[in-house]
């Protein structure tokens, strides 16, 4: 099956067999400054190279799986709107369907990634889930009984949940949302006011936080405690019964967990208290959850072991 995770920055492709092993990867850069003309072109050809070296090697590609970012109208095959890529209300599913020659299963990047890690990754074995994806921005997909909640294309904005009515203007209009305080960025900016260094990314205050500098300390306990309000809501809501956080953030692994677990703790009374772990699937999850919508997409079943089954007998990917 061919699979392709559209980001901002970088196109992840690969052709998967049912047990989600890649036969082949491809990687390249986003024409993002060219424009979405560009970007749509760029796909189409990262999805018709995939399915000539589907061929090469005797595959049956019997369909492609494209994950993008922004909002994104699954049901329909609309890209409805992406700030960072420009484009608003295309119908994509059925342009890179009619590019490739093959049908396509269309949905969004985040969403993707929470299928994998629901179905192959650290969410596996529990019913409701959220993942969590904290870098330059914030996103999140609940998985309800395995299946993400899509909400038309608009469900999982975590980033814009107000979490400091009173905090900074956020670009998305309102104030103190979530990214202003707890993204990557949000992160390494406000080390950069309290210290007047500039630093180029979150791991550099992480590591100040590993070192006992104060201010990296005062930092990232902001953060830690903007994030635990805003998955007080998600459990207050939905609870789900394990938070999944992935992203460059996660990188930071217990240094970010540990204090996080005892944060939603204090700010929990009578709610479900989720466990809060690490992703696993990695920087591929986007790939491996628009594989995995397009194994499902042709009636084969991807369980939590990874392995698939089908009765055809031509191989396939």
């Not at 949940?161 to 993204?183: I, Y």
């Not at 690490?278 to 009636?299: K, S, Y």
């Not at 079943?301 to 990874?306: C, F, H, N, T, W």
Request: with cysteine; glycine share 14%; aromatic share 4%.
């Amino acid at each position: 099956m061919i699979a392709l995770d559209v980001g901002g920055t970088g196109l992840k492709g690969a052709l998967l067999d049912p047990r989600l092993t890649p036969v082949t990867l491809t990687r390249r850069p986003t024409p993002q400054r060219g424009g979405p003309d560009a970007v749509v072109a760029a796909i189409s050809d990262e999805l018709r190279e995939l399915r000539d070296q589907a061929r090469e090697r005797g595959l049956a590609a019997r369909r492609a799986g494209v994950v993008v970012p922004g909002i994104v109208d699954q049901a329909s095959g609309t890209a409805v709107r992406s700030a960072n890529l420009g484009w608003s209300d295309l119908p994509l599913a059925q342009i890179l369907g009619d590019a490739v020659g093959l049908p396509v299963a269309f949905g969004h990047d985040v969403r993707a990634g929470a299928l994998a890690e629901g179905r192959i990754g650290a969410g596996r074995g529990v019913r409701d889930c959220l993942f969590v994806a904290v870098g330059t921005g914030i996103a999140a997909a609940f998985l309800r009984d395995g299946r993400p909640v899509p909400g038309s294309g608009y469900a999982g904005e975590l980033g814009h949940l107000v979490v400091d009515p009173d905090g900074a203007d956020c670009p998305c209009g309102s104030r103190g949302c979530l990214e202003t305080l707890a993204s990557a960025s949000a992160i390494a900016a406000a080390y950069g006011r309290r210290t007047g260094r500039a630093v180029q990314g979150a791991d550099r205050v992480a590591a100040g936080v590993a070192g006992a500098d104060t201010a990296a300390v005062a930092v990232w306990e902001g953060a830690v405690r903007a994030l635990a309000t805003a998955l007080a809501a998600y459990a207050t809501l939905l609870a789900p019964e394990r938070v999944v956080l992935g992203g460059g953030l996660a990188q930071a692994g217990d240094l970010l967990i540990q204090p996080l677990r005892r944060r939603l703790d204090q700010q929990l009374t009578f709610q479900r208290r989720p466990e809060i772990v690490r992703a696993e699937v990695g920087d591929l999850a986007g790939c491996l959850g628009a594989g995995i919508m397009a194994w499902d997409a042709e009636g084969v079943d991807v369980p939590a072991s990874g392995t698939g089954r089908r009765t055809a007998r031509t191989p396939a990917a």
